[in-house]
């Protein structure tokens, strides 16, 4: 067991976990079982050693190794150990965790191409440094042989960091170029290459004046650029599948020898899964064993509950709530309604990637600029003198002046410095361009059950019920596990009544649980089943005896933050729109309650899709934010979008912005954070554009030297930089 | 002006082992957990003996 336990072994799995498997493979089956833990609530030294020793103390754990940055806990283990009991070993030793899919991870662990750029960057960082100490040595007066030698070095040295460092930007020049396109890495790989291939021209013929330094500094801020663009991204990006990993696609199979857990794509038509109360259908089909009810808000938004018997149909993504039921499949994997949505989005999202950010804007009017400058420096100077290495020279600094260097540092350093803002509060920015989008919102659209409410019910009228009955009540609802009966069964305790003797209590699935009180056969739950009336609220009845059956109405609560989050966006002008698939009085009674004028109810999925497509007709920039099946085609249709962590899977994917906690107050500060980090970028651009307007004429004049090229382009990049991180 | 032909190497050389214990760094995977490693110097487990 301490053989696996090396340090090593997770600071390199290529190189010291294949010996260690090979050692392995001797002494048991050989079979590579990873287990990823996620360990929301470690933050010390002791949490580490504490996690580590629980774990390792396990048989059948090889080895356990804990990322605190990350939050998890990486095992290597024994087939037979199961991430369920690792959870139980660490619950007991006071350690919260939760199984996470391996397979849906292995992506974030080799960032390969993050450290490629590190490796890049480093590189160029060690060659500009030198050659800046070299170049000093000329500016400050430097002659004749020792010039000369000064200038061969730092070609030593660029040359060759250059092949290496500045490829990226070759290749998506390269890229582009074959497209018939420019974009911003067009100008950076010419000014690159013919800084340096006139250099050496120069210093060839002992020319006076080398722009190596500039050529590689250039490379470094650009790819320092690239670096925090990718940082920022990598890490939305692993956030986003660590939630989507914490779904594990597994389900029990049932087969002639009993039940077996397999993993959600092994499935096929016809196979009979077994789906226990809490858990969610993984595929669609039809029920034909069981009774239990069934939860639907994230797919319709309704919030209440249904009755699910033998020969009814489900869809992926319910949730059953009270008895287990055993269900055929008849679709799987990516024919199942939840898939099949995916193509209402894909035809929503090609509106929205026709969106061009604001880089992409200012490189489409720059790239062709910097050429044309250039070329006609480049003739002007040709025809003014008919010498090409002067004219040439002139060219090249131009271009050097002119390159994006401070451009291609203004978008990625504010929106570094934005989303780590963001993040601090809860909200994790999934695309790149989402900022910009979203500051340009001003039509809010939420959708009510899971977004707007908490999605979990509150009992609203205990006060009309007598406290015997609610003591029954009490009594029945503590045996249960259905929703509706907890929230009771808490709330009915909070007002301080104590429960009634009640015997024999039995949970019928999808009808409510049944005792006996006194003799008296008392029931709780469905209306049909209890005999009660007919209600529009969602509603449990209680029955005691022959005595008519009463009603405890629930409503859904509000999520934390909601009322004061849209109190602050009518507040600050923004349009807002209540839209849900529930019945119209549960969504007028909502919208009053929130103060909200504007509804939609008993909305589709189309429906909700065309309502957002309107009001983008109508010259509405629309931010929806919402967590069901129903709203993943508003969302991806929407200019931008936000969606709760509780979302399902499909709607995190579609929108641009996930909200990790549990509050939406948060979604107030995304607009203005947005708002001022577009203020920013456009500052930037600015501050670069003053810098161009000042040096483009020198260059032009040919009166600038490497050194001010130098100055000028180190000074706007640091300028600009400084000016991104007054958002933090 | 002869000493350049020493510092010039010398200075090099000195850049050339920072960049290669970064991109040692870098390959051993020491940023994958940057709070972790900040945080493990703190235990004692390991204080009698290293790790085996």
């Not at chain 1, 999605?455 to 249960?480: C, F, K, V, Y």
Request: glycine fraction near 8%.
């Amino acid at each position: 067991m301490t053989a696996a336990m090396r340090p090593g072994m997770s600071a390199c799995p290529a190189c010291s976990a294949a010996p260690a498997a090979e050692a392995l493979a001797d002494v048991t089956a050989p079979q590579d079982v990873n287990i990823v833990l996620s360990l929301p609530s470690i933050h010390c030294a002791a949490c580490i050693s504490g996690v580590e020793r629980a774990l390792s103390a396990q048989d059948g754990v090889l080895g356990a190794r804990v990322n605190l940055t990350l939050k998890r806990a990486q095992i290597e283990a024994l087939p037979d150990m199961t991430a369920a009991t690792l959870v139980d070993v660490l619950g007991k030793a006071g350690f919260e965790a939760h199984e996470l899919d391996a397979t849906a991870l292995r992506a974030t662990e080799t960032d390969k191409a993050g450290r490629d750029l590190l490796m890049r960057l480093a590189v160029a960082g060690f060659a500009a440094m030198n050659v800046m100490l070299l170049s000093v040595a000329v500016w400050s007066g430097a002659d004749g042989p020792t010039r000369d030698m000064f200038h061969w070095i730092s070609a030593a040295i660029a040359l060759p960091t250059i092949a290496f460092s500045a490829q990226p930007f070759f290749k998506h020049a390269w890229t582009a170029l074959r497209a018939g396109r420019l974009n911003m890495d067009v100008p950076i790989s010419l000014a690159i290459l013919l800084a340096v291939g006139t250099s050496l021209w120069e210093t060839s013929l002992s020319g006076k004046h080398a722009y190596f330094d500039a050529a590689i500094t250039l490379t470094f801020f650009l790819l320092a650029g690239r670096y925090l663009d990718h940082r920022t991204r990598a890490a939305a990006r692993s956030a986003a599948e660590e939630l989507a990993a914490l779904e594990v696609p597994r389900v029990s199979r049932l087969t002639a020898d009993g039940e077996e857990q397999v993993a959600m794509s092994e499935l096929s038509i016809g196979d009979l899964i077994r789906v226990r109360p809490g858990g969610r259908m993984p595929v669609d089909g039809e029920i034909t064993d069981g009774q239990s009810e069934l939860d639907r808000s994230l797919l319709t938004g309704e919030t209440r509950p249904i009755f699910a018997g033998p020969g009814q149909i489900v869809s992926a993504g319910e949730v059953n709530l009270t008895g287990p039921l055993t269900i055929r499949a008849s679709a799987v994997g990516r024919d199942t309604s939840l898939h099949r949505m995916a193509d209402l989005v894909a035809v929503a999202e090609s509106g929205r990637s026709r969106y061009t950010s604001l880089a992409d804007k200012a490189a489409k009017l720059y790239a062709p600029g910097v050429h044309i400058l250039s070329a006609l420096a480049f003739a002007g100077w040709y025809i003014y003198t008919f010498d090409l290495r002067t004219a040439l020279n002139i060219a090249a600094a131009v271009l050097i002046i002119t390159c994006p260097c401070a451009l291609g540092l203004a978008v990625p350093a504010v929106t570094t410095a934005a989303s780590g803002r963001l993040f601090r509060k809860g909200l994790l920015i999934k695309d790149a361009t989402a900022l910009e989008r979203m500051a340009q919102v001003d039509t809010v659209v939420f959708d009510k059950t899971g977004t707007l409410t908490a999605g979990t019910p509150q009992a609203t009228n205990l006060g009309d019920h007598s406290r015997r009955d609610m003591s029954i009540a009490l009594a029945l609802a503590e045996g249960s596990s259905h929703p509706l009966s907890q929230s009771l069964a808490t709330a009915i305790s909070d007002a301080g009544v104590k429960p009634e003797r009640v015997t024999d209590i039995t949970e019928i699935p999808g009808f409510g649980a049944q005792g006996v009180w006194k003799g008296h056969t008392v029931r709780l739950g469905r209306a049909s089943w209890v005999g009660g009336g007919e209600s529009h609220d969602t509603t449990a009845w209680l029955k005691v005896g022959d005595i008519e059956a009463t009603p405890f109405t629930f409503e859904d609560q509000i999520r934390d933050g909601a009322e004061a989050l849209v109190k602050q966006l009518q507040q600050d002008g923004f349009d807002v729109v209540l839209m849900s698939g529930d019945t119209t009085p549960a969504v007028e009674a909502f919208a009053n309650r929130l103060g909200i004028s504007k509804w939609v109810a008993e909305a589709l999925p189309e429906d909700k899709a065309e309502k957002v497509q309107a009001l983008t007709q109508d010259g509405a920039h629309v931010l929806m934010v919402g967590d069901g099946l129903n709203d993943t085609a508003a969302l991806a249709g929407a200019h931008a979008s936000i969606s709760p962590a509780t979302a399902l899977d499909a709607a995190r994917v579609a929108s641009d912005v996930v909200l990790l906690g549990g509050s939406l107050e948060p979604v107030a500060d995304a607009l203005s954070t947005s708002r001022v980090a577009i203020r920013r970028i456009r500052q930037n651009f600015s501050i670069a554009t003053w810098y161009n307007i000042i040096a483009v004429p020198l260059a032009v004049a040919g009166l600038c030297s490497p050194l001010i090229a130098a100055l000028a382009m180190s000074t706007s990049s640091i300028t600009v930089s400084l000016n991104a991180l007054r958002l933090r | 002006m002869n000493v350049l032909a020493y510092l010039i190497p010398v200075s090099l050389i000195l850049g050339g082992i920072g960049l290669v214990a970064f991109v040692f760094t870098v390959k051993s995977r020491q940023y994958d957990d940057p709070e972790g490693a900040a945080q493990r110097i703190l235990s004692d487990d390991y204080d009698d003996k290293p790790k085996s």
